[in-house]
Nanobody, 122 residues
Framework: QVQLVESGGGLVQAGGSLRLSCAASGRTFSSYAMGWFRQAPGKAREFVAAISQNGRMPDYADSVQGRFIISRDNAKNTVYLGMNSLKPEDTAVYYC???????????????WGQGTQVTVSS
């Protein structure tokens, strides 16, 4: 069992930056690939970024490539999402999730956090 708790969301102006954190419980954190997803009001949940178990292989959605950076610290059981050059369309609830594989589809992620709100004003 893995419990995930996100933090770091908030209100920021367009062009600004935020760093989200996701703290995981349990001793098996390093055995999971970790992903970030987001869901805007009235829209489906979408993939944002994922990172392999050892942190060496990130993957990004085209919409955030070059602006967001995913990283993890297995010693701290934490995954991060650095978000730069934020746009109003990045406004959403952001969720972290754990999966057995970096290439897992969203339906294959086993554990999910409760989400943290990110609001980008224009």
């Amino acid at each position: 069992q893995v419990q995930l708790v996100e933090s770091g969301g908030g209100l920021v102006q367009a062009g600004g930056s935020l760093r989200l954190s996701c703290a995981a419980s349990g001793r098996t954190f390093s055995s999971y690939a970790m992903g970030w997803f987001r869901q805007a009001p009235g829209k489906a949940r979408e993939f944002v970024a994922a990172i392999s178990q050892n942190g060496r292989m990130p993957d990004y959605a085209d919409s955030v490539q070059g602006r967001f950076i995913i990283s993890r610290d297995n010693a701290k059981n934490t995954v991060y999402l650095g978000m730069n050059s934020l746009k109003p369309e990045d406004t959403a609830v952001y969720y972290c999730a754990a999966a057995a594989s970096l290439w897992a589809g969203s339906g294959e992620y086993e554990y999910w956090g409760q989400g943290t709100q990110v609001t980008v004003s224009s």
